[in-house]
Structure formats: structure tokens, C-alpha cells
């Protein structure tokens, strides 16, 4: 008995063996079959919603597609299991990566659990882009509410608008103040999406969500890894800085003290980008603006005009064009008549065909930009569109926010701006130093911030900050990374973090901290591609098929390999390096230094880093001891 057993055990064993082989591609082929129409379904339902906020009916339509396509990834992550188990007996690494990924669920809820998270999101995108504010008044010089309510301002554009461009610090304050008593409205949501969205997490097998959404890197010390490039970033982020706060102290004098800056009065209703403020705190400013605005303006630009030379630059490199879906389905402009989601979005149908953006476009040169970041995701799905359906990702989220902003750095050059006629360029030290400026008001201005926005929801998922402490802690770590502070004291149930889109959204955020830094790493390698020798802020590789194959080698790899080997396939190492960032604002930050020294001015905003930290900055230190 016990020998026969033993004997129909081994024929069994080796029987599923044999069949899991010959089922393993049967299974993938199945996989990306079905999934395709899944997930073309969930897109639809998806979009529907997110262009049309005012219909009733679509957000249960889109609750229900959320949780169909959720049931058809368990069943696929169940059936996976079940057949091919611990995947040890797989020997093929790419069907091996792809059970791996379809086995990993991340947030697993009941159907019923989908369309309650489904629906908290799309609540609080509803109140995101739905309410309005009085417009403020010249004259009064206050809220004036007898507007008829359909010119009250809403977030996207007004409000953006007034925080970019008042120089009025009552004015700014008023708005920025009254976005985030509009934030506040979905302090509640949110704490129940935080709920519901770690039982998921936690049933898919993860500590909580934030380790789930750090799980897509598959870097086990990523946290440490981010610890680090800030660290080594922060002298630079210092330097510009330090110079910002004397330019602000001079333009609201008496408004507040030379410690951290007010967060309402850099440009930002996040305090993000500080390009908007680049007209008074230049460090030429009798030289020509680098800014395109007026330009884009007199010649005629429009949305769809801006689309077409960013789909120019692309098709210069030799990558693939958008298609005709593409140009029929997106949507450029903002709607007269109806609400929709304004946050600029590229989405993936995933039927490889139907790409889409979705954005409120706006004439100006920040626009401009943030067409490239967005069509620079539709490349790299278009570039990915062959691969299995479950490598259909970047090499890491990082990745994805990083292509098209590394097509824009060469874009944005003066060199090239000129080429399409969009500037009368003067090369000059003066001028190269204003440019590398504005583009430090970009990017380096963003690093802190783009990286505590997910320290604060990692701290959050796992239970480190509460609904009780959301805000406090939210802005000690705006003040210990960023030196801002709010213009007046917070309220008892303020929700501050809640004013920036991406946490409303459960869009995870340190994508675009490893993207800011990697994209200088590309944009190095491309140069390079293009045979560009001069400094590497002034190349352009506009019309390069080398530059393009390069990016397209790696673009088409999608999420096959791990990150480190596309980094590789692109830089010829696989690390995230800062060195290339470091590189292209060397300039920049040596005339910044020599201003700071020269004005005897004092460094950072009163709070001390551990030693390691503070060994790499300047002196000296500012004196002032922040609460900690
Ligand atoms: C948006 O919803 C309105 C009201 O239901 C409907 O008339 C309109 O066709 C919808 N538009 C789009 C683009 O889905
Ligand atoms: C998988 O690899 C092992 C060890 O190299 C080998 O013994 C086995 O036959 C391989 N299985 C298949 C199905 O190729
Ligand atoms: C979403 O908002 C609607 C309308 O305000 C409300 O009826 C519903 O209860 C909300 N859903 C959740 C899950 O909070
Ligand atoms: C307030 O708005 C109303 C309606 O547009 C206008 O008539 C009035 O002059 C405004 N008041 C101030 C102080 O701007
Ligand atoms: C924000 O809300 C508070 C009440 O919590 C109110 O006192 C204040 O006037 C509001 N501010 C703005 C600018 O709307
Ligand atoms: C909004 O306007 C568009 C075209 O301008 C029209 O197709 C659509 O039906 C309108 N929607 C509503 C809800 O009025
Ligand atoms: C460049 O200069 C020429 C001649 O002054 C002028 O006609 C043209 O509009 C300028 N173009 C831009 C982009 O400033
Ligand atoms: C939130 O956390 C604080 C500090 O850890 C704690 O004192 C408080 O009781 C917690 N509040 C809730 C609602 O859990
Ligand atoms: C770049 O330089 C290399 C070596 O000098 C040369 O082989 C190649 O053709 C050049 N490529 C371009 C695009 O000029
Ligand atoms: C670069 O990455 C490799 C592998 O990912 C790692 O072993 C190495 O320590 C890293 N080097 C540096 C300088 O960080
Ligand atoms: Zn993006």
C-alpha cells in the first residue's frame, strides 16, 4: 500500500510536471488573450468617468469595472498558483518574471471591498475638481462672493493660475488657504480609502500599501536608496535655496522672517516648481527670458499645435508617431459645459492600439513640457506594445515619468527653441546661466517635495501618523525637507497632504523623485548617443536616430528585466546616479555659491541633519533652532 502509494505519488508528480510545462504557455497565452479585453474594459469604464464628472451614473459603472477586473486578477493569480506553485520547476527567467507578476496581486479585495475603494477615489476626485472659490477682488482686495457663482474659481485653472501668478501675498494666501479647505472636505474619504486599502494589501500578502507600492521597484533597500540620493542632492537643493529666500524676503518685504519660506508665495500651490517666480528673482534680468509664453502666443499655438511638435520631436529621434486613435480619442482641452478630472494623464487601453491623454492644455511653456512628460509615457507604451502583457509596465515606475521629461531637456534648450523658432538665441554666459536657473526652478526646487510626499503616505499606511497627526506630521516634514511653512496656523482637521492630486488619487509619488534624478542620466546617455561634446546643459539631440535607437532598445524592453538591466541597456551601468544631474547644473551652482558667499548669507533653514548630512553642507549655517 504505502509503496504504491509512494509510486502513483511519484507518476503524479511527474505527470503535472510534464503538463505544467506544456501548460505554462498555454496558460500565458490565455493570460494575455483574455486580459487584454479585461483590461480595455476597465480602461473605457475608467476614462468615461474621468471626462465627464457630472454624469451620476458612470462612477458605478466605472466601481464595477474596478472590481471585474479585480476578480479576473485573482482568479488568474489563484490559477497560477495552483498550477505552477512556487514556480521552481519553470526554467524559462521571462515566463518565469511573468507568473511571478501575475501571481502578485497587491490590493486584494472582495468585489464588494473593490467598489467601496473604487468609489472613495472617485469621490475624492469629485470634490477635487468640483467646488469652486470666490474670486478675490482687485478692488476690495478681498474674497468678493457676489460673482455669479459659474466665475467662481476652480482649482484647474483659476486657483493654479492665481498661485502661479499674483505677486499679491493676501491675495496668494487667500487661495491657497481656501484650496485647502476644499482639501480638508476629503480628510474623511481618505482615511477610509487608507483603511480599505491596506485590508487589500495586507490580504494580497503585503505589510500595508506603501510596502505593496514599493514592492514595484523590486529593490529590497529602496528606502535607503532614496535616503541617500536625497542626501546627496540636498547641498545643491540648498544653494538655490538660499538664494530664493533673499529674492523673497526683497519682494514681500517685512512679510515674514529669514527663516523657512512661506509655502504660498514660490509659484506652486505645492511649492514644487518655482518656474512661475523665475521673472523677479533671475540672476540676469536684463537678459532676454528664456521663457516661450509670450512667443507661443503671438505665433498661434494651440493645444493640438502643441502636441504635434512634441509628436515632431519624437518622430525626429525615429521613435514611433502617435497613431490615429490617438489623435481622435484624446482629450486637449478642458470642456465648456462639463466637469472633468483636468490632472494631466496618459493612459494605456492596453489592446495595443488605443493611447490616450487626457489634459486641460493651456498655451504656455509649462504646458508645453508637461505635453512631453505625457507623451513621453505614450511612447513607452507604444515602444512596450509587443511584450507579454504583464511586462507591459516601465523598468520601474520611476522609469515611466522619466522618458518624456528626458525629451524635454533637450527640447527646452536654448539651441533648440531657437531651431523652431520660438527664440532669438544669444549665447552668452549670462543667458546659459538664467536658463540653467529656470531649470533648477523645475527640478531641483522639486526634489525635497517629490520625495516627502511618500515618506508622509508610507508613514501613514503603516500607522505612524494617524488621522489625528495627518497634518502635523505632514508639515514637519514639509519644514524638515523643503523649508516651508504654512502662511497661518493650521487648523484642528486641516488635511494639507490632501491638496495635492496624487494622494487623493492613490497615485504613489516617489516615482517622480527617482525620475527626476534619472532623467538626467538619460538625457547624458543620449547626448552621448548624438555625439553632443559641448557642456551638457546645451545639448540637443533633436533629429538623432542614434539618440532614439538608444531609448528605444530600452523603451521596448518594458518591465521585462529588472531596472538595474535597463539602466544598463541606456547608461552602461545600474545604478541611479546623481552625477549627471550634478553635471548639467555645475554652472549654476558655482554662481550660486559665489552669490550666497557674496551676500554673507547663512545656509539651510534651522534644522539639523545628523553629522553624515551635515558635512556635505555649507556653511555657515543659518541660527535660527526650529521645533523638531
Ligand atoms: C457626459 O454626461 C452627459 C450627461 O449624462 C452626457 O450628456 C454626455 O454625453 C457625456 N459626455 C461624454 C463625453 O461622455
Ligand atoms: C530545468 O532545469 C533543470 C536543471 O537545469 C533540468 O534538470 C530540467 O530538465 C529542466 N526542465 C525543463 C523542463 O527544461
Ligand atoms: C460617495 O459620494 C456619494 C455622493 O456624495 C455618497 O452618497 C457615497 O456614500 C460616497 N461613497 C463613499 C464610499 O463614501
Ligand atoms: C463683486 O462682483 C460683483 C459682480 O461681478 C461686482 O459688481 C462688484 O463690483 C464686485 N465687487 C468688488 C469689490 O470687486
Ligand atoms: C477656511 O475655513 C475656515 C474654517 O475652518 C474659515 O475660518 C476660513 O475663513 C476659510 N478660509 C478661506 C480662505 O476660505
Ligand atoms: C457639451 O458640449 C459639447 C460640444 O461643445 C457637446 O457635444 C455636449 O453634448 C455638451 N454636453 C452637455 C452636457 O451639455
Ligand atoms: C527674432 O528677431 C526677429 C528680428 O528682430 C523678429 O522678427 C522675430 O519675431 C524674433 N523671434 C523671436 C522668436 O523672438
Ligand atoms: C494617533 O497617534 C497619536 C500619536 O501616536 C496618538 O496619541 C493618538 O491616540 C492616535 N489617535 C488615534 C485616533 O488613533
Ligand atoms: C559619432 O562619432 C562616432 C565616432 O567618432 C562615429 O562613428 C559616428 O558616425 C558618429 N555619429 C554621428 C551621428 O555623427
Ligand atoms: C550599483 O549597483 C550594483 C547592483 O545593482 C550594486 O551592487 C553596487 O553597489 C552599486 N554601486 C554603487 C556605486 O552604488
Ligand atoms: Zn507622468
Not at 458612470?58 to 486578477?73: F, H, R, S, T
Not at 514639509?478 to 482637521?493: E, S, W
Not at 538619460?522 to 532614439?548: I, V
Amino acid at each position: 500500500m504505502k509503496r504504491h502509494r509512494l509510486v502513483s505519488l511519484a507518476l503524479i508528480a511527474l505527470a503535472s510536471l510534464i503538463s505544467a510545462h506544456s501548460n505554462v504557455d498555454d496558460f500565458l497565452a490565455k493570460y494575455n488573450r483574455l486580459g487584454q479585453q479585461e483590461y480595455y474594459d476597465d480602461s473605457v469604464a475608467s476614462w468615461s468617468v474621468a471626462v465627464n464628472l457630472d454624469d451620476k451614473s458612470l462612477p458605478e459603472i466605472a466601481a464595477k469595472a474596478d472590481a471585474n477586473i479585480a476578480g479576473w486578477e485573482q482568479m488568474m493569480a489563484a490559477q497560477a498558483a495552483t498550477q505552477f506553485g512556487d514556480l521552481k520547476s519553470i526554467n524559462d527567467t521571462s515566463k518565469k518574471r511573468q507568473l511571478k507578476m501575475i501571481q502578485r496581486v497587491g490590493v486584494k479585495l472582495n468585489s464588494a471591498d473593490t467598489i467601496r475603494l473604487s468609489t472613495l477615489l472617485i469621490n475624492m476626485t469629485n470634490v477635487y475638481n468640483k467646488n469652486r472659490i470666490c474670486p478675490w477682488s482687485k478692488v476690495s482686495r478681498a474674497p468678493n462672493c457676489s460673482v455669479p457663482h459659474e466665475h467662481w474659481w476652480r482649482s484647474d485653472p483659476e486657483m493654479f493660475d492665481r498661485i502661479s501668478h499674483s505677486r499679491d501675498y493676501d491675495e496668494l494666501a487667500y487661495v491657497w488657504t481656501a484650496w485647502r479647505n476644499i482639501s480638508a472636505l476629503n480628510k474623511a474619504y481618505f482615511q477610509q480609502y487608507v483603511e480599505m486599502s491596506n485590508k487589500g494589501a495586507r490580504q494580497g500578502g503585503f505589510k500595508d500599501t506603501g510596502d505593496y507600492w514599493r514592492s514595484l521597484f523590486e529593490s529590497d533597500d529602496l528606502k535607503d536608496m532614496m535616503d541617500q540620493k536625497f542626501q546627496e542632492v540636498l547641498p545643491l537643493y540648498e544653494e538655490l535655496y538660499t538664494y530664493i529666500r533673499r529674492k523673497l524676503l526683497a519682494q514681500y518685504p517685512g512679510r515674514f522672517e529669514t527663516s523657512a519660506i512661506p509655502a504660498h508665495i514660490l509659484g506652486n500651490m505645492w511649492a514644487q516648481d518655482w518656474s512661475d517666480i523665475g521673472d523677479f528673482t533671475a540672476p540676469f534680468p536684463n537678459i532676454a527670458t528664456v521663457d516661450i509664453t509670450e512667443q507661443m502666443v503671438t505665433q498661434g499655438y494651440t493645444p493640438l499645435k502643441m502636441f504635434q511638435t512634441a509628436d515632431a520631436f519624437f518622430q525626429s529621434l525615429g521613435l514611433i508617431k502617435m497613431n490615429d486613435e490617438f489623435w481622435k480619442n484624446s482629450m486637449m482641452v478642458q470642456p465648456q459645459n462639463r466637469s472633468v478630472v483636468c490632472h494631466p494623464s496618459a493612459w494605456d487601453f492596453r489592446n495595443g492600439q488605443d493611447f490616450r491623454i487626457k489634459m486641460c492644455t493651456q498655451v504656455n511653456m509649462a504646458n508645453l513640457l508637461i505635453v512631453h512628460h505625457e507623451m513621453g509615457h505614450i511612447e513607452y507604451y507604444m515602444q512596450y506594445a509587443k511584450q507579454p502583457l504583464s511586462f507591459r509596465e516601465g523598468a520601474n515606475p520611476g522609469f515611466h515619468e522619466a522618458i518624456g521629461d528626458t525629451i524635454a531637456l533637450s527640447v527646452v534648450t536654448p539651441q533648440h527653441l531657437q531651431e523652431i523658432g520660438l527664440l532669438n538665441s544669444t549665447s552668452s554666459y549670462e543667458q546659459d546661466i538664467n536658463f540653467l536657473f529656470k531649470q533648477a526652478l523645475r527640478k531641483v526646487a522639486f526634489l525635497p517635495s517629490g520625495y516627502l510626499i511618500d515618506l508622509w503616505r508610507w508613514s501613514v499606511f503603516d500607522g505612524t501618523y494617524n488621522s489625528s497627526t495627518y497634518n502635523t506630521g505632514w508639515w514637519d516634514l514639509r519644514t524638515k525637507y523643503q523649508g516651508i511653512v504654512p502662511p497661518n496656523n493650521r487648523p484642528v482637521d486641516a488635511f494639507d497632504a490632501g491638496s495635492k492630486y496624487h494622494v487623493i488619487s492613490g497615485t504613489p509619488y516617489i516615482r517622480y523623485f527617482f525620475s527626476h534624478i534619472a532623467q538626467f542620466q538619460f538625457y547624458k546617455a543620449m547626448c552621448k548617443a548624438a555625439n553632443q561634446t559641448d557642456a551638457l546643459y546645451k545639448c540637443d539631440f533633436f533629429n538623432s536616430k542614434e539618440a532614439g535607437d538608444l531609448l528605444s532598445r530600452m523603451l521596448q524592453l518594458g518591465g521585462s528585466l529588472p531596472w538595474p538591466q535597463a539602466m544598463q541597456k541606456i547608461t552602461g551601468q545600474q545604478n541611479l546616479d546623481a552625477g549627471a544631474m550634478f553635471e548639467y547644473f555645475e554652472p549654476l551652482q558655482d554662481w550660486l555659491r559665489n552669490e550666497n558667499m557674496k551676500a554673507g548669507d547663512c545656509y539651510g533653514w534651522g534644522y539639523t541633519w545628523p553629522d553624515a548630512v551635515m558635512k556635505n553642507l555649507n556653511t555657515p549655517r543659518c541660527g535660527l533652532t526650529l521645533d523638531q
